[in-house]
């Protein structure tokens, strides 16, 4: 079994950035496909971006352009840069592989709270 812990979370005022981290205890991004997941306040979580193990991006609309998911295998980390925040970004932030097949147990999560 895989851990993961997010970190990076915050407060941030619109229009600012934040980049998060997720520490795995193993070597899983040269494997698996990988995804940052958003769970919005009161509903469900979902992807927002992946990235295979080939280091190929993936992001949902509403964070393209804004929003930037990269890994450092030799640190064993995942990051997602996140600029030009707004509102509607705020919630808990977690990292797990892609929602296609089995995940692992999921980490406590970093909030991000995008607010003046």
């Known amino acids: 079994q895989v851990q993961l812990v997010e970190s990076g979370g915050g407060l941030v005022q619109p229009g600012g950035s934040l980049r998060l981290s997720c520490a795995a205890s193993?070597?899983?991004?040269?494997?698996?496909?990988m995804a940052w997941y958003h769970q919005p306040p009161l509903k469900q979580r979902h992807v927002v971006a992946s990235?295979?193990?080939?280091?190929?991006?993936i992001y949902e609309d509403s964070v393209k352009g804004r929003f930037s998911i990269s890994t450092d295998n030799a640190k064993n980390t995942m990051y997602l840069q996140m600029n030009n925040l707004k509102s509607e970004d705020t919630g808990v932030y977690y990292c797990?592989?892609?929602?296609?097949?089995?995940?692992?147990?999921w980490g406590q999560g970093t909030q991000v709270t995008v607010s003046s």
């Open positions: 797990n592989r892609e929602p296609y097949g089995p995940v692992w147990d």
């Open positions: 193993g070597s899983i991004f040269k494997v698996y496909t």
């Open positions: 990235i295979t193990s080939g280091g190929t991006p």
